[in-house]
């Protein structure tokens, strides 16, 4: 399939999760069987070959493929949560996203030092988000493999926040 044929089944929501915020609502991809498989057969044919030890899903969304690639990489799947959804030592980080703020938590052994890490997320909007899970990474010792996003809105230019790392993007908006 193609990043048009992607973009075109998924919906767009306008003033959620407030006012002035167009949210990309990857549920309606998703939930397509063939649009699904495809793109994580493309996923996992471009990250083959980069001996990804761990796979990082962001909560919630970033969860869906981040399991997928884990599985398909032979490599363990962590997640990255929200404050008080991780029962032992963590990391905590907090970051700006574009419509508020927030804080991720990892546990201290999730990755070990020299580990090569794949970061997964749904969407790149601000660079937020992926930015905070990067420092995460980095308290843990691990070293970033790369990130990998959904969907990526160009505008809001997140992607600098990613400076000196490979960022790929499935589905570009301007």
């Known amino acids: 399939m193609t990043?048009?044929?992607?973009?075109?089944?998924?919906?767009?929501?306008?003033?959620?999760?407030?006012?002035g915020i167009l949210f990309y609502d990857i549920t309606t991809l998703l939930k397509d069987p063939v649009a699904?498989?495809?793109?994580?057969?493309?996923?996992?044919?471009?990250?083959?070959?980069?001996?990804?030890?761990?796979?990082?899903g962001i909560e919630s969304r970033g969860?869906?493929?981040a399991g997928t690639l884990a599985q398909r990489l032979k490599a363990g799947f962590v997640p990255v949560r929200k404050p008080g959804k991780l029962p032992a030592d963590i990391f905590e980080v907090k970051y700006?996203?574009?419509y508020g703020s927030n804080s991720l938590a990892i546990h201290r052994?999730?990755?070990?030092?020299?580990e090569r890490v794949l970061i997964v997320d749904d969407l790149l909007a601000t660079g937020g988000t992926a930015a905070a899970t990067v420092t995460l990474i980095r308290?843990?010792?691990g070293e970033i493999a790369g990130l990998?996003?959904?969907?990526?809105?160009k505008g809001l230019h997140g992607r600098e926040k990613l400076a000196g790392y490979p960022v790929h993007s499935t589905i570009l908006y301007p």
């Open 63 to 65: 969860f869906i493929y």
């Open 3 to 19: 990043a048009d044929q992607y973009r075109s089944l998924i919906r767009e929501v306008p003033d959620f999760p407030k006012p």
């Open 36 to 56: 699904f498989s495809a793109i994580a057969d493309e996923l996992t044919a471009y990250y083959q070959d980069q001996r990804i030890a761990k796979v990082v």
């Open 96 to 98: 700006s996203l574009e």
């Open 148 to 153: 990998d996003f959904l969907v990526e809105l």
């Open 109 to 114: 052994d999730a990755i070990s030092k020299g």
């Open 139 to 141: 308290q843990l010792g």
